[in-house]
């Protein structure tokens, strides 16, 4: 009997697709997702998982690195300039680059192989809890341009939806939450993505996607500064 870590009830039966073209990893997936309650879909190459995408608008993602066709950093891009939709990749590429690399593309975790399932499970939890607005039961705030709606994960700046992956909301509300406060990125990786260990460059990756979205310049940012030596702060001097 398969044991999965406790599954929160208001997860089960969110729907989860994996896009992986090994045969035995994508049935271990499957096995324990379904028994921590999520429906699993299976898609085996890049050009079917894109089409399932489209077609059954899953909660969560999880896509495999290296796929016949193209390879998983270019499905995530695609799926990303369509879609905020989590996504997790898996991959057995773990260098520090190919894990920048996927975070470029728009992902919001990344398991090396071999994994364990159960770790998985726990972080697809972990993802898709904070993607679910229902789930969020903050109000809503305003500082300078910026319109924050924790509950809807809505995020606006002048007005303007911005298009933020989960990750990029976390952090962006975080930061809103605590301007003109310096944290340096591991405790940015405790309190944004809840991991005691883990990569650094994944809080880098992130900010400099978020301030694409949120600078007038990124390469000049003026809200999202760098302290330098230290880590990262909101500057209300620019709102």
């Not at 690195?65 to 300039?81: F, K, N, Q, S, Y």
């Not at 770790?119 to 039961?137: C, D, K, Q, Y």
């Not at 005691?196 to 500064?225: A, H, M």
Request: with cysteine.
């Amino acid at each position: 009997m398969v044991q999965t870590p406790s599954e929160p009830a208001e997860l089960v039966d969110r729907r989860v697709l994996v896009i992986e073209d090994d045969a035995t990893v994508a049935e271990i997936v499957r096995t324990y997702l379904q028994a921590g309650g999520y429906i699993v879909d299976i898609a085996t190459d890049s050009f079917s998982g894109l089409a399932a995408v489209a077609a059954s608008t899953p909660d969560l993602v999880v896509l495999d690195r290296m796929l016949p066709g193209i390879d998983g950093t270019e499905v995530c891009r695609r799926i990303r300039a369509d879609s905020s939709v989590p996504i997790i990749m898996l991959t057995a590429l773990g260098s520090e680059d190919d894990r920048i690399d996927g975070l470029e593309a728009g992902a919001d975790d990344y398991v090396v192989k071999p994994f364990s399932p159960r770790e998985l499970v726990l972080r697809v939890n972990s993802v898709l809890r904070r993607s679910l607005p229902e789930f969020a039961r903050e109000a809503p705030f305003l500082l300078g341009p910026f319109h924050l709606d924790p509950s809807a994960r809505i995020a606006k700046k002048d007005g303007v939806p911005l298009e933020l992956s989960v990750r990029e909301f976390d952090l962006f509300a975080f930061l809103l939450k605590h301007p003109r406060q310096t944290f340096d990125r591991p405790t940015l990786l405790r309190s944004v993505w809840g991991w005691e260990i883990g990569d650094l460059s994944t809080v880098t990756v992130t900010t400099r996607r978020l301030r694409e979205k949120i600078e007038k310049d990124p390469g000049n940012p003026e809200v999202l500064v760098t302290v330098w030596g230290v880590g990262y702060r909101l500057e209300l001097g620019a709102l």
